[in-house]
T-cell receptor, first 108, second 113 residues
Framework: GQSLEQPSEVTAVEGAIVQINCTYQ??????LSWYQQHDGGAPTFLSY????GLEETGRFSSFLSRSDSYGYLLLQELQMKDSASYFC?????????FGSGTKLNVKP | SAVISQKPSRDICQRGTSLTIQCQVD?????MFWYRQQPGQSLTLIAT?????????ESGFVIDKFPISRPNLTFSTLTVSNMSPEDSSIYLC??????????FGPGTRLTVL
């Protein structure tokens, strides 16, 4: 099976940089995705790493290291609207399995 | 990206009854999924809805409890059968593509009394 672990909660101040980690155990997978979910809303896709290394999309970057079974989401220039839950997800055999989720609190 | 709608957006049901949730996509898609999410929790995959064949269920979920239909490449339904209060949750449909992206419907908030 698959298991993906994330910190349950992270707090940071507006304008700062925050890193949300995801460690996983799986027998094999195509890639690692990240999703944002605001309270009461549906998850929205942020980024996908098929290969090791860093993918950058505006203020958000995502990193994957298959040798370390580890990935992270990096959010720069934090804004209040970034307060949300963030999930990593493994894409494997045409299915997606989600991590435990990290609640990010951005403070002024 | 795909635009996905779900009906109903929310419902309150009595135990022992069944509810069918509809998911409509604005384009033809191959991969369609159903998830359950308790408030404040992660998403749990219920099943993959396969067009023209039976759905593929994840461990802990069975067809008798969660029958799924997928009559074409733009539509699917999930039925929650013989409901109990433990079935109270948010049910989400999603579509995925081989690039690892996944897009979600707005969800159906179900409360079982």
């Amino acid at each position: 099976g698959q298991s993906l672990e994330q910190p349950s909660e992270v707090t940071a101040v507006e304008g700062a940089i925050v890193q949300i980690n995801c460690t996983y155990q799986t027998s094999g997978f195509y890639g690692l995705s990240w999703y944002q979910q605001h309270d009461g809303g549906a998850p929205t896709f942020l980024s996908y790493n098929a290969l090791d290394g860093l993918e950058e999309t505006g203020r958000f970057s995502s990193f994957l290291s298959r040798s370390d079974s580890y990935g992270y989401l990096l959010l720069q220039e934090l804004q209040m609207k970034d307060s949300a839950s963030y999930f990593c997800a493994i894409y494997n055999f045409n299915k997606f399995y989600f991590g435990s989720g990290t609640k990010l609190n951005v403070k002024p | 990206s795909a635009v996905i709608s779900q009906k109903p957006s929310r419902d309150i049901c009595q135990r022992g009854t069944s509810l069918t949730i509809q998911c409509q996509v604005d384009s033809q898609v191959t991969m369609m999924f159903w998830y359950r999410q308790q408030p404040g929790q992660s998403l749990t995959l219920i099943a993959t809805a396969n067009q023209g064949s039976e759905a593929t269920y994840e461990s802990g979920f069975v067809i008798d409890k969660f029958p799924i239909s997928r009559p074409n490449l733009t539509f699917s339904t999930l039925t929650v059968s013989n409901m109990s209060p433990e079935d109270s949750s948010i049910y989400l449909c999603s579509v995925g593509d081989p690039r690892g992206e996944q897009f979600f419907g707005p969800g159906t908030r179900l409360t079982v009394l």
